[in-house]
C-alpha cells in the first residue's frame, strides 16, 4: 500500500510540473525539510536550504518569465522537458524501492509521462491564447497555471489518491479533447 501511495504522491506532484516545472519542486523541498513527508535514500537533499534557495529562485524566475510576451511562449519549448524531467525526479523520489531501474522506471514512465503530457496540453492552450487573443489573455492563462501548480500540489500532498484519480480523469479529459480537435481538423 506505501508503493501505491507514494506513486499517487508522485504522479500528483508530477501533473503539476505540467503547469509549472519548478512550483511542485519547491513546495515538495519545503515539506521534506520540515519532515511533513520524506522521501526515499539518496534524495534527502531535496530538503536542503540550498535546494530550498535554488528552487525558489527558479520559481520566482519561471513565474515571471510567464508575464513577458514573447518569453512565455520560448518558455513552454524549455517547460517541455524540463517538466518531464522534474515530474521523473519526483516521482522517483517518492517510491521507496530497492530496484533502482524499477524505481526510475516507474518515476519516468508514471511522472515523467504525466508531466510530459499536461505540458504539452498548457502549451496548447497559451498558442491557442496567444492566437486568439495576440498575446493579451497570456497572463490570465499564466495566473491560473500558477495557482493550479500551486492548489494542486498543496492537496496532493493531503490527498494523494484522490489527486491520483483527478490526473488520471484530467489526462482522458485532454485525450479526448486532442482526439476531438484532430477529427474536425481532418
Same mark, same amino acid.
Given at each position: %500500500?506505501? $508503493? #501505491?501511495?507514494?506513486?499517487?504522491? =508522485? &504522479? ?8 509549472? &516545472? ?9 515539506? @521534506?525539510?520540515? =519532515? ?7 534524495? /534527502?537533499? %531535496?530538503? *536542503? ?9 527558479? *520559481?520566482?524566475? /519561471? ?8 518569453? !512565455?511562449?520560448?518558455?513552454?519549448? @524549455? ?16 517510491? /521507496?524501492? !530497492? ?9 519516468? +514512465? %508514471?511522472?515523467?509521462? *504525466?508531466?510530459?503530457? $499536461? ?27 500558477? #495557482? ?5 500540489? @498543496? ?5 494523494? +489518491? ?5 490526473? +488520471?480523469?484530467?489526462? %482522458?479529459?485532454? +485525450? ?8 474536425? @481538423? /481532418?
Amino acid at each position: %500500500m506505501e $508503493i #501505491f501511495l507514494s506513486l499517487c504522491l =508522485g &504522479v500528483g506532484l508530477a501533473a503539476c510540473c505540467g503547469f509549472r &516545472v519548478f512550483v511542485p519542486l519547491l513546495l515538495s523541498s519545503i515539506a @521534506i525539510h520540515f =519532515g511533513w513527508t520524506h522521501v526515499d535514500v539518496g534524495f /534527502e537533499w %531535496m530538503g *536542503t536550504w540550498t535546494a530550498i534557495a535554488v528552487l525558489a529562485t527558479a *520559481t520566482v524566475l /519561471e513565474i515571471g518569465g510567464y508575464y513577458i510576451p514573447w518569453v !512565455d511562449n520560448l518558455l513552454d519549448t @524549455i517547460a517541455a522537458p524540463a517538466a518531464v524531467a522534474a515530474g521523473t525526479l519526483l516521482t522517483t523520489s517518492f517510491i /521507496e524501492i !530497492d530496484n533502482p531501474m524499477l524505481q526510475w522506471g516507474l518515476g519516468l +514512465i %508514471m511522472g515523467g509521462s *504525466t508531466a510530459g503530457f $499536461i505540458q504539452v496540453g498548457t502549451s496548447l492552450v497559451r498558442l491557442a491564447s496567444s492566437k486568439f487573443s495576440g498575446g493579451v489573455a497570456n497572463p490570465v492563462v499564466s495566473t491560473a497555471e500558477t #495557482f493550479a501548480s500551486v492548489g494542486f500540489s @498543496i492537496f496532493t500532498f493531503w490527498f494523494p +489518491i484522490v489527486a491520483f484519480v483527478l490526473v +488520471i480523469l484530467f489526462v %482522458m479529459w485532454l +485525450i479526448q479533447k486532442l482526439v476531438n480537435r484532430k477529427s474536425k @481538423i /481532418e
